[in-house]
Nanobody, 122 residues
């Protein structure tokens, strides 16, 4: 069964850090671009970061540059999103997705996880 499962979300204070994981089953992430997206209440889903299949090409949305880092562990079939210096405006449900093109456009991704909640609040 093909499945993407996010984990690592939670409640953190402003300035804190979290590491999100996206683990796959039934799908070898090494052959896919993997993207992280987020959706806050009342807002559209937006792209956060993506990493190409060979990890040669990484993109970040401007609002997370210098704070977030995406990486993959091929042996664990997992992609990570390290989030540092979190801000209240980072509060959202975070989704990982797999696709063929390394772009921050959710329409280009075929497989999605169920999401993990990240809340940044004091």
């Amino acid at each position: 069964q093909l499945q993407l499962v996010e984990s690592g979300g939670g409640l953190v204070q402003p300035g804190g850090s979290l590491r999100l994981s996206c683990a796959a089953s039934g799908l070898n992430l090494a052959y896919y671009t993997v993207g992280w997206f987020r959706q806050a209440p009342g807002k559209d889903r937006e792209g956060v970061s993506c990493i190409s299949s060979l990890s040669a090409n990484i993109k970040y949305a401007d609002f997370v540059k210098g704070r977030f880092a995406i990486s993959r562990d091929i042996a664990k079939n997992t992609v990570y999103l390290q989030m540092n210096n979190l801000k209240p405006e980072d509060t959202a449900i975070y989704y990982c997705a797999a696709g063929d093109r390394n772009e921050l456009d959710s329409n280009l991704y075929d497989y999605w996880g169920q999401g993990t909640q990240v809340t940044v609040s004091s």
